[in-house]
Antibody
């Protein structure tokens, strides 16, 4: 049974950093793992992707320089750290498993999602 | 452009058919994946590839593509289909993924 379990809600002050974890159970850890966020009342926003086994993460241009995505293969956990937090970073952050079922013709196929982690930036 | 544009909102009578479109040049290269999101919940995958549904998704959900436009069709819409729907694909020029702007479906 595939399950992505994320860490709990966080409240941070502007300028601080937050690190969200996503532990993968089941047949997940050889898959690409993405991070997606959703601000209150807004749409889904892709933040980046990490290959659990090799290669550098790829980050959305908007978050370059502020986000770091890592993985710990020993614990089947991926992490997303966002620094220099601003009020507008208040959002629910999701990890999502990318599972290519189309031989490369349908990238961005997220078949399992974490439950989401609410990060609130407040002074 | 790597944007994916969707109509903000559509409404459909119970039992009727609704079409949700997603437009963007990156769809000429790759198929879109479609996600349903209900308030307070994580998104779920409903359609992917040429026209495929994950296990457990009703067959009233279907997908298609023509040129730079992907479409999600719900045939015989049910009350429980009221939700936000997002498309997603990859911009091969940057290796960045893109979500559509989202469509709110209201069932009347």
């Amino acid at each position: 049974q595939v399950q992505l379990v994320q860490s709990g809600a966080e409240v941070k002050k502007p300028g601080a950093s937050v690190k969200v974890s996503c532990k993968a159970a089941g047949d997940s850890f050889n898959k690409y793992m993405h991070w997606v966020r959703q601000a209150p009342g807004q749409g889904l926003e892709w933040m980046g992707v990490v290959n659990p086994r090799r290669g550098r993460p790829i980050y959305a241009q908007k978050f370059q320089g502020r986000v770091t995505m890592t993985r710990d293969m020993s614990t089947s956990t991926v992490y997303m750290e966002l620094s220099s937090l601003r009020y507008e970073d208040t959002a629910v952050y999701y990890c999502a498993r990318d599972n290519d079922r189309c031989g490369g013709t349908c990238p961005g196929l997220y078949d399992y999602w974490g439950q989401g982690t609410l990060v609130t930036v407040s002074s | 452009s790597s944007e994916l544009t969707q109509d903000p909102a559509v409404s459909v009578a119970l039992g009727q058919t609704v079409w949700i479109t997603c437009q963007g040049d990156i769809l000429r290269t790759y198929y879109a994946s479609w996600y349903q999101q209900k308030p307070g919940q994580a998104p779920i995958l409903v359609v992917y590839g040429e026209n495929n549904r994950p296990s457990g998704i009703p067959d009233r959900f279907s997908g298609s593509r023509s040129g730079n436009t992907a479409s999600l069709t719900i045939t015989g819409t049910q009350a429980e289909d009221e939700a936000d729907y997002y498309c997603n694909s990859l911009d091969s020029s940057s290796d960045h993924y893109v979500f559509g702007t989202g469509t709110k479906v209201t069932v009347l």
